[in-house]
């Protein structure tokens, strides 16, 4: 949590932790009528969301999960479900946020969010995004993949008004859609993104350091010129 602004009472205020949590929901979660339940592979990420919630249940397990571009491919993960019983806060996020609930499929209203963009695209970069070092260019790969399209041309509007260029989305592997961050700004964006979450606190231990890494790596920097030394033992999804 951050040591400058406290967790707000109302889960629908302007604020980094809102928008980081929102995020979260948006690309790994679903809205229900009683509550809402979020789906991640970091145990420090579960932790941070239930604790922004105010005390959502967390759960684990080990599942298997079929690689984002070709389900040919399967592997073994942690995978944490975070769940929020509250049918008043699901309703009223819903029509805040235009957050898909049921049949209903939303529309992703992330206006209110908008001075807190950084937490918001890095909560759902974390939640649907994958981030990758390519060996045979030496640079950095993000994408964004959900079964949503809709979702994802809001990520897309919300890179483009932050400065980063994007790919038009095409269906995936697995029955979704999925985009590319411009080759170009994939590195300044992984930097971007994760600007002031050793502050903060808001962000997946494994996927900052999968990130930041890639770009160390791609950029030519020293190895931990990005990451706190206390952020070394992290995992790699």
Partial sequence: ????????????????????????????????????????????AARRLSAISGGGTVDHRIAERD???????????????????????????????????????????????????????????????????????????????????????????????AGFDSEEPQPSSSGGYWFGVADGDTAAFAEWVYEGAGDSGLFATSRRQKALRSVERATGLDVGSLIEPIDTDGGDS
Wanted: charged share 25%; with cysteine; proline share 4%.
């Fill in 67 to 161: 690689f984002a571009h070709d389900t040919a491919v399967t592997r073994q993960a942690d995978e944490y479900t975070v769940q929020i019983i509250d049918p008043t806060l699901a309703a009223n996020a819903a029509a805040a946020l235009g957050l898909p609930v049921g049949s209903d499929p939303g529309g992703y209203r992330f206006d209110a969010l908008r001075d807190h963009r950084r937490e918001l695209l890095r909560g759902l970069l974390e939640a649907c995004g994958v981030v990758c070092f390519r060996e045979s260019s030496a640079s950095v790969g993000i994408s964004f993949v959900h079964d949503d399209a809709r979702l994802l041309e809001r990520i897309r509007t919300s890179l483009d008004v």
């Fill in 1 to 44: 949590m951050s040591a400058v602004e406290m967790t707000p009472d109302d889960m629908l205020a302007r604020h980094p932790e809102t928008a980081y949590f929102w995020g979260h929901v948006a690309g790994g979660g679903r809205v229900t009528d009683q509550g809402i339940e979020i789906e991640v592979s970091d145990e420090d």
